[in-house]
Structure formats: C-alpha cells, structure tokens
C-alpha cells in the first residue's frame, strides 16, 4: 500500500544548530514530493518540494534531499531559529486516477534556547 | 493577504446535529481539498474537487459531504456529528501543472463536538 512515516516524532535541537528531519515512504512511483510545516492553530505552509529525477534540492536555509534507492527524504534546516518550533510533515504525490498527496506522520522541532 | 480562507475558525455544535464549514479561495485554482485533521496527527484527505469532479476518499464516511458552487467556494457539510467528528478541518487548494501539485492551506476549522 502506499505510506508516508517519519522516524523521529520529536526533534529538540539547540538554537543555531542545524536540524534533520526524516521520512520514509513505500510508494515507489511517487513522483514528487514536499515538505509542509504546520505552527500550533496555523494550517500546513508549504516550505520545499523536489520531483523524483533529482536528489537534492537547496531554498533559503532549508535543503531536502531524496533517496529514491531507501525511499528515504530528508529536511535539513540550517542555524535553527525559536521560529522555525513546529511540525513538520512530508508529503508524497502519488497518481491513482485522481492525483493526491499522502502525508507523513509527522515530526514536532523544538527550539532550545 | 490570507489566500484560503476558512470559516469560522471554531465551531461548536452538538451531537448530531448539521453542520456546514466554509471554505473560500482567492487563487483561481482548480482543485480544491477537503482534509480531516486530529490531534498530534497528520492531515486526512477526505475529498476533493477537480474544477466540477468530485473525488471521494473510499474511507470517508457518508456522514461527510462537499459542494462546490464556484470555483471560489467549496463547504464541508457534516450531516450528523459523531464525538469522533472533533478535528480540525483543513482545506486546501491547488492548481495543476504537470507534476507539481503544491497545496495551499487554510487555517483550518476547528470543531467541537458536544
């Protein structure tokens, strides 16, 4: 079947550190994929995306990368900010008729001071 | 200027009793979504429309359904909330180009169910 997850559920990190978030998925003919983080009360904002033919892909202090060999995504968020505290969720879009994205668990960052 | 725009932002309603969330766009997309999301939890789609198309989720239950008169409105109709119904609810919107399907969101709709 087609899943999404996420390793870690919590991520605490010290400000100014950089921060990785992971995520798995199954669906092998996914061919896109996104990185949405979601504040408290707030709905998803998206924040990165990256199609199936590249493995790395760099935005204002954010970087994902992909490894379509593990299905394995990652979102490295550099020099962490007291902002950047919220969760995080990758996506992947899959085509089963309708075109739709399947989300992730989740992973909530934590900003220590 | 918020793009998607939900309301209201909460909604208490009783045990069985229908209740009709809003959801409007100022984007001019085409697809417009419908996603259940509850506490500590990722978002669920439960529908979308594709311009006209109405595309249900095999797991959304009959209890849940959607108009879209325009382009620009689409509701979430919930004919008889169960206490299982309190989420948060998430509409997005997209416009499809190729492979990219970015969604854009709205704050949401948080209900309660009494």
């Known amino acids: 079947g087609e899943s999404v997850g996420l390793h870690l559920p919590t991520l605490s990190v010290q400000e100014g550190d950089n921060s990785i978030i992971n995520c798995a998925y199954s669906?092998?003919?996914?061919?896109?994929f996104i990185w949405y983080k979601q504040e408290s009360g707030k709905g998803p904002q998206f924040i990165i995306d990256?199609?199936?033919?590249?493995d790395k892909r760099q935005g204002q202090r954010v970087t994902v990368l992909l490894n379509k060999t593990v299905k394995h995504l990652s979102l490295q968020i550099a020099a962490t900010q007291p902002g950047d505290s919220a969760v995080y969720f990758c996506?992947?879009?899959?085509?089963?008729?309708?075109?739709?994205?399947?989300f992730g668990q989740g992973t909530r960052l934590t900003i220590n001071p | 200027d918020a793009m998607v725009i939900q309301n209201p932002r909460y909604q208490v309603t009783q045990f069985g009793k229908p209740v009709t969330l809003s959801c409007s766009q100022t984007?001019?997309?085409?697809?417009m979504y419908w996603y259940q999301q509850k506490s500590s939890q990722a978002p669920k789609l439960l529908f979308h429309?594709?311009?006209?198309?109405?595309?249900n989720e095999a797991d959304t239950p009959d209890n849940f359904q959607s108009r879209r008169p325009n382009t620009s409105f689409c509701f979430l109709d919930i004919r008889s909330p169960g206490l299982g119904d309190a989420a948060m609810y998430l509409c997005?919107?997209?416009?499809?180009?190729?492979?990219?399907?970015?969604?854009?969101f709205g704050a949401g709709t948080r209900l309660s169910v009494l």
């Open positions: 997005a919107t997209s416009r499809r180009t190729g492979a990219k399907n970015i969604q854009y």
């Open positions: 669906n092998s003919a996914s061919d896109y």
């Open positions: 990256i199609r199936s033919n590249m």
């Open positions: 996506a992947e879009n899959i085509r089963q008729g309708a075109q739709k994205l399947v």
């Open positions: 984007l001019n997309h085409n697809v």
């Open positions: 429309y594709y311009d006209k198309d109405f595309n």
